[in-house]
């Protein structure tokens, strides 16, 4: 394993490497540090922590992550023993944290980046020396190149201010809301003919959403993709899409009124996913329930700057239950022509009897200016808020 530079306190650090606290070395990832992290690091209070966390994993190139592990060695205080070995009867040594810098294939000018710390060590500069050790172990990949994005939970916390100590500045917002049952009335219920039930697998609706993806990510661009790499990515079984609807209507002196449909343009659609357990109309197959995992957490992690870049494997959290989203239908949707209207009449109708869960960001416009009024009216609850925040320079 390469020793890294930064693993010989109390030393006086090089100038600009911040100085690590006494006890406390920095190695690569080993085989394990998940489990032990999981055990010093506190339940992960939000979806988005949960998210974040995954990151911390073993390094690799595909996706390219680097990942740092802080651990502290008994009797150490001045200085690390050999690699990976506490001093003779000085007791095992215990990880104390991590960083990971991970590419973000959906958004690759940035990459995303996640620092943490056991409580108990924190406030005494560790945080820091992780960032800053990260990044230097990414310094010979294409990671070196990109901006950083982190995400932590909305407020002024703790995450939120580590990160702007660190040079970051705050990006977009984002709510993940519950609309209650029946909370948008009778919206479009004498247009039913403008609602269309359509297969995820639908070029319509695969065309709307690249649009608005497109829209409402130009904060942080989305990759190129073909309408094919989109349906796969967001819109596929694998991502734990169940069902889809459209919202296409007529003018009432449209000629093509009566016609089909298919012709119509899309003003509003909306993508159902699965939750975790939710074993409706798949009959349980274990295959379905890896993506309805992966598709929980889909929404609760972000369709902006989504970590469904990451693999399956990492969405086997409740993420959506874990939110208080629990029993409802999780949504993605979107408005494509920027009329609220349309958006409320699809939302109406798929929200007749189920509450709904839905994703918005402060980039959504149309969406959120939904959501506001029926929080104002009381007939929907914010479960879970987080803020993205980025810094486009390494060198801070
Ligand atoms: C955020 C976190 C990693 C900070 O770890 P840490 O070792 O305490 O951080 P440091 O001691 O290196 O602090 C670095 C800077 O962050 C800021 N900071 C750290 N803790 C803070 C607190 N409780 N209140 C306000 N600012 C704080 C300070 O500006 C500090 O710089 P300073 O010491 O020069 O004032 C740790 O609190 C944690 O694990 N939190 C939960 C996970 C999380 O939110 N991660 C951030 C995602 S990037």
Same mark, same amino acid.
Not at 148 to 164: H, K, Q
């Given at each position: 394993?390469?020793?890294?530079?930064?693993?010989?306190?109390?030393?006086?650090?090089?100038?600009?490497?911040?100085?690590?606290?006494? &006890?406390?070395?920095?190695?690569?990832?080993?085989? &394990?540090?998940?489990?032990?992290?999981?055990?010093?690091?506190?339940?992960?209070?939000?979806?988005?922590?949960?998210?974040?966390?995954?990151?911390?994993?073993?390094?690799?190139?595909?996706?390219?992550?680097?990942?740092?592990?802080?651990?502290?060695?008994?009797?150490?205080?001045?200085?690390?023993?050999?690699?990976?070995?506490?001093?003779?009867?000085?007791?095992?040594?215990?990880?104390?944290?991590?960083?990971?810098?991970?590419?973000?294939?959906?958004?690759?000018?940035?990459?995303?980046?996640?620092?943490?710390?056991?409580?108990?060590?924190?406030?005494?500069?560790?945080?820091?020396?992780?960032?800053?050790?990260?990044?230097?172990?990414?310094?010979?990949?294409?990671?070196?190149?990109?901006?950083?994005?982190?995400?932590?939970?909305?407020?002024?916390?703790?995450?939120?201010?580590?990160?702007?100590?660190?040079?970051?500045?705050?990006?977009?917002?984002?709510?993940?809301?519950?609309?209650?049952?029946?909370?948008?009335?009778?919206?479009?219920?004498?247009?039913?003919?403008?609602?269309?039930?359509?297969?995820?697998?639908?070029?319509?609706?695969?065309?709307?959403?690249?649009?608005?993806?497109?829209?409402? %990510?130009?904060?942080?661009?989305?990759?190129?993709?073909?309408?094919?790499?989109? %349906?796969?990515?967001?819109?596929?079984?694998?991502?734990?899409?169940?069902?889809?609807?459209?919202?296409?209507?007529?003018?009432?002196?449209?000629?093509?009124?009566?016609?089909?449909? %298919?012709?119509?343009?899309?003003?509003?659609?909306?993508?159902?996913?699965?939750?975790?357990?939710?074993?409706?109309?798949?009959?349980?197959?274990?295959?379905?329930?890896? &993506?309805?995992?992966?598709?929980?957490?889909?929404?609760?992690?972000?369709?902006?700057?989504?970590?469904?870049?990451?693999?399956?494997?990492?969405?086997?959290?409740?993420?959506?239950?874990?939110?208080?989203?629990? &029993?409802?239908?999780?949504?993605?949707?979107?408005?494509? %022509?920027?009329?609220?209207?349309?958006?409320?009449?699809?939302?109406?109708?798929?929200?007749?009897?189920?509450?709904?869960?839905?994703?918005?960001?402060?980039?959504?416009?149309?969406?959120?200016?939904?959501?506001?009024?029926?929080?104002?009216?009381?007939?929907?609850?914010?479960?879970?808020?987080?803020?993205?925040?980025?810094?486009?320079?390494?060198?801070?």
């Amino acid at each position: 394993m390469t020793p890294m530079t930064s693993t010989t306190p109390p030393t006086p650090p090089v100038p600009g490497e911040p100085a690590l606290p006494a &006890g406390v070395v920095l190695r690569e990832w080993r085989s &394990g540090d998940d489990r032990a992290l999981a055990e010093i690091l506190p339940d992960a209070a939000s979806p988005a922590q949960l998210a974040a966390r995954a990151l911390l994993r073993e390094p690799g190139d595909s996706p390219l992550v680097r990942t740092v592990v802080a651990e502290v060695r008994p009797g150490s205080a001045s200085g690390p023993g050999s690699e990976g070995e506490s001093p003779a009867g000085a007791g095992p040594a215990v990880v104390v944290g991590a960083a990971a810098i991970a590419e973000s294939p959906a958004h690759p000018q940035r990459a995303w980046v996640h620092v943490e710390v056991a409580p108990e060590e924190r406030g005494r500069g560790l945080g820091r020396a992780l960032l800053h050790a990260v990044l230097a172990q990414a310094q010979d990949t294409e990671l070196s190149e990109l901006g950083l994005r982190a995400r932590v939970p909305a407020g002024e916390g703790v995450g939120e201010s580590f990160a702007r100590a660190l040079g970051f500045a705050e990006l977009y917002g984002t709510r993940i809301v519950r609309i209650d049952a029946g909370a948008l009335g009778q919206a479009g219920a004498d247009a039913l003919e403008d609602l269309q039930v359509i297969d995820t697998g639908s070029v319509a609706l695969t065309r709307a959403f690249a649009e608005w993806y497109e829209r409402v %990510n130009a904060a942080d661009p989305a990759a190129e993709m073909t309408l094919g790499q989109v %349906n796969m990515r967001f819109l596929s079984e694998a991502a734990g899409a169940r069902g889809a609807a459209l919202w296409r209507p007529a003018e009432a002196d449209d000629p093509m009124r009566d016609t089909d449909i %298919n012709r119509r343009p899309v003003t509003a659609f909306a993508v159902s996913f699965a939750q975790e357990g939710d074993s409706a109309g798949e009959g349980g197959d274990p295959e379905s329930v890896g &993506g309805s995992a992966r598709g929980g957490a889909h929404a609760a992690a972000g369709v902006a700057g989504t970590f469904a870049d990451l693999s399956a494997e990492d969405w086997t959290t409740p993420a959506l239950s874990a939110a208080g989203g629990e &029993g409802a239908t999780e949504l993605t949707a979107g408005s494509v %022509n920027g009329d609220p209207q349309d958006l409320r009449a699809l939302l109406a109708r798929l929200s007749v009897e189920t509450s709904v869960v839905l994703e918005v960001t402060s980039q959504m416009e149309t969406e959120s200016a939904v959501v506001d009024s029926l929080l104002d009216a009381g007939s929907a609850a914010v479960l879970a808020e987080y803020t993205t925040l980025v810094r486009d320079s390494q060198d801070a």
